[in-house]
């Protein structure tokens, strides 16, 4: 019986991931710029590494799901936080020179990694987002065994559905690089600036 729950938990949170990483954000543009600027290798090594910090802030959502009620203002203040980093985000792009395109000298794969990370630990949005999703689930009596090997399932499978969107996002951009090369004129850093401080901008008029 364990072993199903455990398989239910890591399936629920894989696609539960996916799907909520859809939205636009830090991580997935960065991917996106990483599969530009440099090759599909790097944006793989971008998108696992910000895909690490769901199984920081899932585990943590895990551990306090029975707060939310009595931090029910907290979601408001993260929605302004990520609309003030998307915008930072935006104006880095825009002001970033653009490469070349065939930009394939080595770089250390640690390096991707620990970039792709800090764009994911500096998601404020993904604690409140485990939160209420561990929550709700709770509340309808799906995931409710708080056994380890439960939990541990779960919080892998919420960085395995985020790597898996990023994973596509990666053969996309790389598979489409010169069509992107194409149409963006080559300026697509500063075309995803305006994306990103454009959103920012939305969020921000959706949230007043």
């Known amino acids: 019986m364990t072993f199903w729950l455990v398989i239910q938990a890591f399936v629920i949170a894989t696609l ?27 944006a793989l090594l971008f998108g696992f590494g910000g895909s690490l910090p769901e199984l920081l802030y899932s585990g943590l959502a895990f551990g306090s799901s029975s ?27 825009w002001f970033q020179k653009a490469s070349s395109g065939n930009e394939e000298r080595y770089q ?24 209420i999703v ?37 053969v996309v951009t790389t598979r489409k690089k010169e069509f992107l090369y194409t149409k963006l004129t080559k300026n697509y850093n500063k075309v995803l600036g305006s994306i990103l401080m454009a959103v920012a901008l939305i969020q921000l008029i959706i949230n007043l």
């Open 67 to 93: 707060l939310l009620d009595q931090y029910s203002g907290l979601e408001v203040y993260l929605k302004y936080l990520t609309t003030a980093i998307l915008l930072i985000f935006g104006i880095v792009l």
């Open 134 to 170: 561990i929550t709700n689930l709770r509340s309808y009596n799906i995931v409710v065994d708080d056994s380890l090997p439960v939990i541990v399932a779960f919080v892998i499978g919420t960085a395995a559905g985020a790597f898996l969107l990023q994973y596509l996002v990666a």
């Open 16 to 42: 539960i991931s996916f799907a909520g990483s859809v939205q636009l954000g830090p991580v997935n543009f960065g991917t996106i710029q990483t599969a530009l600027n440099k090759n599909f290798k790097a």
């Open 108 to 131: 250390k794969p640690g390096k991707q990694i620990w970039l792709g990370m800090t764009f994911g630990l500096f998601n404020p949005q993904l604690y409140p987002f485990w939160l």
